[in-house]
């Protein structure tokens, strides 16, 4: 059978997987000075370490920002577009197996998308993401390397950051335990830490994006939230969105290739919904 190559093209990184007999094959992620270079490094890359050939691919499906900017066949393959918020549901369904939840789409900024079934809305977003953690972080810790913030931030101590009920109040308020943050950043000196900064951002950023999905539910009874894109894979998220399942009685869920859902969800789209 042949493969369906699903391309998630960002305006320098580009994601791209396989669907081949309802599996996913092989996901990589290139980087590069813009989408176009990013896109044909990604998919050379693809068929070559996978060793497949150009008449092996049925069809290729693009999504993301990216993909404005291709208007022709890659490499004379039948070409065609998914819109990035369906594929982010069709791909987060597809590796969570689960129906009846909210896409948490972390990129740049984040998007929430409802999945009931076979319908999927966009619902809204927040201008807060992984472009706020490189920004901030470039401000304040002079660097947008994540992998070295989130080094930083593993040495670093939250609690000399952010305020928590316990130090303003000397008993739990109702629904909120002593260690709730009250307020990210407002215990923080002139003179904090780098690692303490970073321990800060990486929580503040990602407690934005958690809350603002449980807000999202608001009015529903989905309980189940499906985090995916590049900073479902840090480590803080460990630690970050279990206090807050127990702080709404909620749960979040990252698939196993979270990184990779918008792509499988492009590939999908062409599988499921058949013929562009």
Not at 93 to 113: C, P, Q
Not at 136 to 154: F, Y
Not at 189 to 214: F, H, N, P, R, Y
Request: glycine fraction near 12%.
């Amino acid at each position: 059978m042949a493969i369906v190559i699903g391309i998630d093209v960002g305006i320098s990184t580009t994601k791209i997987v396989g669907i081949k007999n309802g599996r996913v094959t092989a996901p990589i992620s290139i980087t590069a000075a813009d989408p176009i270079t990013s896109l044909y490094g990604a998919f050379g890359k693809y068929l070559h370490d996978n060793d497949i050939d150009l008449k092996d691919v049925e069809q290729v499906m693009l999504t993301g920002v990216g993909a404005a900017y291709i208007d022709t066949p890659i490499y004379g393959l039948p070409t065609a577009k998914s819109e990035e918020f369906v594929a982010d549901g069709l791909g987060a369904k597809f590796e969570s197996k689960l129906d009846h939840a909210i896409v948490v789409s972390m990129g740049t900024g984040t998007t929430f998308i409802r999945c009931d079934g076979a319908e999927m809305k966009h619902i809204g977003g927040i201008g807060v993401g992984g472009g706020t953690l490189a920004g901030l972080a470039r401000i304040m810790l002079n660097t947008s390397d994540i992998t070295q913030v989130v080094a930083m931030a593993k040495q670093g101590n939250v609690r000399n950051i952010d305020l928590v009920i316990g130090d303003i109040s000397a008993h739990p308020l109702p629904g909120l335990p002593m260690d709730t943050t009250a307020s990210n950043f407002a215990k923080a000196q002139s003179d904090a830490s780098k690692e303490d900064i970073a321990a800060g951002l990486i929580k503040m950023v990602l407690q934005s994006i958690g809350s603002a999905a449980w807000l999202a539910s608001l009015g529903s009874d989905i309980r189940d939230f499906v985090l995916i894109g590049n900073l479902s894979l840090l480590p803080q998220c460990k630690e970050v969105f279990p206090g807050l399942e127990k702080l709404y009685d909620i749960r979040f869920h990252v698939p196993k290739h979270s990184q990779y859902c918008t792509a499988i969800g492009a590939a999908l789209d062409y599988t499921i919904n058949g013929k562009k």
